[in-house]
Each structure stands twice: as C-alpha cells, then as structure tokens.
C-alpha cells in the first residue's frame, strides 16, 4: 500500500505510485498545481474515469475529491505547487 502525505495527514491507498516521476520539467513544462490536480480530478469524473495520473502519483478519482476536500478546508490556494503539497511516501 502507498502512503503519501498532504500538509502533515497522512493518506494510504493502494492505487497511488509511491514516488514522483523523475522529470521535474523544463523551460516549457511547469510543475503541476493544486489547479492541475482540480482539474485533473473534474476530467476523471467527467469521463467516469476510476483513477488518473498526475506527475506520477496516481489518484484514484473517488479518493481525490476527499484530498481536494482536504485542501480547500485548509484553505491551501490552488496555484501552490503539487509537489510542495503533497509527499509520497515509500512503503513501510
């Protein structure tokens, strides 16, 4: 099971990749947003779509939205960098 950890809570799930792709981007590839996951998230559910890829984390749909949910009561703005967000975690 993966673990990866948003603003100190700590989610498992066993769908999610446990580290970040190795890109971290060039000049014409920013590093993905809280935005980008929302976004992501609406794509995933609108296609009806059970999981989807983001910089390498995969997210289950169903489980995004209690993440997304999570942020937004923490009132984390949407243009913060995912990576700076969000830290995968090796399996234990």
């Known amino acids: 099971m993966a673990k990866f950890q ?4 700590i989610f498992d799930t066993e769908r999610a990749a446990a580290t970040w792709e190795e890109d971290e981007g060039d ?3 920013k590093p993905s947003t809280i935005a980008d996951l ?3 998230y609406n794509e995933a559910v609108e296609r009806g779509e059970e999981s989807f890829t983001i ?3 995969e997210f289950l749909t169903s489980y995004a939205k209690y993440v997304l949910q999570y942020l937004d009561m923490n009132n984390i ?3 913060d960098k995912l ?3 969000i830290k ?3 399996e234990r």
């Open 38 to 40: 929302r976004r992501r």
């Open 55 to 57: 910089e390498g984390l």
């Open 27 to 29: 000049e014409t590839t």
């Open 88 to 90: 995968p975690q090796e």
């Open 77 to 79: 703005p949407d243009s």
């Open 6 to 9: 948003v603003e100190g809570a």
């Open 83 to 85: 990576r700076d967000r």
